[in-house]
């Protein structure tokens, strides 16, 4: 029987009462303000229905704003390290952890071999609210304070239920974390309410990657070239999530020889979106976004140069907390297929070779994903972040696909074949560790 629009709302507003239900029994919870603010979240969708089905190419009337830009509050600093998360980023937590339980890893395998994220699983995800966890509560967001940490948190659980479909609706909320962090009190005016409102935008797509080989994000062949009050935008991106669908791009392009973001309306003539499928985040629906004179005001460059630099080390730790989360994955299921699998009369655990390549997964894990929280930290705390972002997107292109890698070989034939998720989750992991932009927190 084909499933009607009305039933996969219900489906995201059946999840997201009982996700209140279970985080209402953590201590957490007796606070009033912590409370309000995740029932807020989670039946973010229950007065929206299922509205988000709107045709691509809808009208962004320009809106003016009033005064000067919001930001999030820069978050509070103890004094401590401490990698406890706050109540909020918690509560955020939990909430992802059960989506990736009971919606995404349930249908990660179909995901990837339609290279498609199912109808049920977008909407239960729409639901929820998460695409907004970098945009301030002034603008309609969820976020009470600037948090990379959050953003790191929800991303990890996502991706532990599946990295193709995390990529996909987060590729969404990377586009509205980069109008809340750098664009003008206009561009929040005009762009965030469709991202914030009761119809949001169905697809969205920060866009920096292309084709070239040995890319580098502050060597770009896009340009834009200005011509009066206009710029005019040449150029190509590659392995763009959601590129068929998304309604606006955030794309990077050399701007009077600097590499700068600018907002692009998906509408805009000159645009031709090709079909470029990839070896793993498959349920992203990657495709090429080609600009060919795409004319666009000169107010649509989105912050400064510096911003662009920002927004570069940003995605990189967002791709190193998605390589933690399915990394997380591999390792939950290597120890349990170690203990239960037999060989020889003996769980193959007990054999020192097995032992030691799970045990090399947990220390690459660990290590991992104690720089990614340190370098999402340094993003909250405003301090110079360059060096741990590299580091961390480093560990990512050198131990991701090594974990993915143990994972298949531990599982033998097993792991070679679609039946078990290690496959596709070495796939992921290997885009993991060279893929820019996409996602950010």
Not at 132 to 160: D, T
């Amino acid at each position: 029987m084909a499933t009607t629009p009305t039933s996969l709302a219900d489906r995201g507003q059946r999840l997201g009462l009982r996700l209140i239900s279970k985080a209402g029994g953590l201590p957490v919870m007796a606070d009033p303000k912590v409370r309000g603010r995740v029932e807020k979240l989670l039946n973010r969708g229950a007065h929206s229905g299922f509205k988000a089905q709107v045709a691509v190419g809808r009208a962004f009337k320009r809106s003016k704003g009033s005064g000067s830009a919001t930001r999030p509050a820069t978050a509070k600093r103890s004094g401590v390290f401490d990698l406890t998360p706050t109540e909020d980023q918690q509560m955020l937590q939990q909430a992802a952890s059960e989506l990736a339980d009971d919606v995404i890893r349930p249908a990660g395998s179909r995901a990837d071999s339609e290279r498609a994220v199912p109808d049920e699983v977008r909407a239960a995800m729409q639901e929820m609210g998460l695409a907004l966890v970098g945009v301030p509560e002034e603008l309609g967001g969820i976020a009470e304070e600037r948090s990379a940490v959050a953003g790191v948190l929800v991303l990890e659980q996502l991706a532990r239920g599946d990295m193709g479909i995390a990529v996909s609706q987060m590729a969404t909320a990377a586009v509205a974390t980069a109008l809340a962090l750098y664009g003008d009190a206009d561009q929040q005016a005009t762009y965030l309410p469709h991202f914030t409102g009761n119809v949001p935008v169905v697809a969205a797509a920060f866009a920096l990657q292309e084709p070239q080989p040995l890319f580098d994000p502050f060597a770009l062949t896009t340009t834009a070239v200005a011509q009066g009050d206009s710029l005019v935008v040449n150029g190509t991106k590659a392995i763009v999530a959601n590129a068929d669908k998304a309604e606006i791009f955030i794309i990077s392009a050399m701007v009077d020889g600097e590499a700068r973001l600018i907002v692009i309306e998906s509408a805009t003539d000159g645009i031709t979106i090709e079909d470029d499928p990839a070896m793993g985040v498959r349920a992203a629906h990657t495709g090429r976004a080609i600009f060919t004179d795409v004319t666009v005001p000169r107010t649509n460059l989105l912050g400064t140069a510096d911003d662009h630099r920002d927004a570069v080390r940003r995605a990189r730790i967002a791709w190193a907390a998605a390589a933690c989360g399915t990394a997380r994955a591999v390792l939950d299921q290597v120890i349990t297929y170690a203990q239960e699998r037999k060989a020889f009369g003996e769980p193959i655990g007990q054999r020192q070779a097995v032992a030691f390549m799970i045990s090399d997964i947990a220390v690459e894990l660990d290590g991992l994903r104690l720089v990614t929280l340190k370098a999402a930290a340094r993003l909250d705390a405003d301090t110079d972040v360059a060096q741990i972002a590299a580091e961390a997107r480093s560990l990512t292109a050198t131990y991701a696909a090594q974990i993915g890698s143990h994972a298949v070989q531990l599982l033998g034939g097993h792991g070679f074949v679609k039946d078990f998720d290690n496959e596709r989750w070495y796939r992921d992991l290997r885009g993991a560790g060279v893929l820019e932009g996409t996602l950010l927190v």
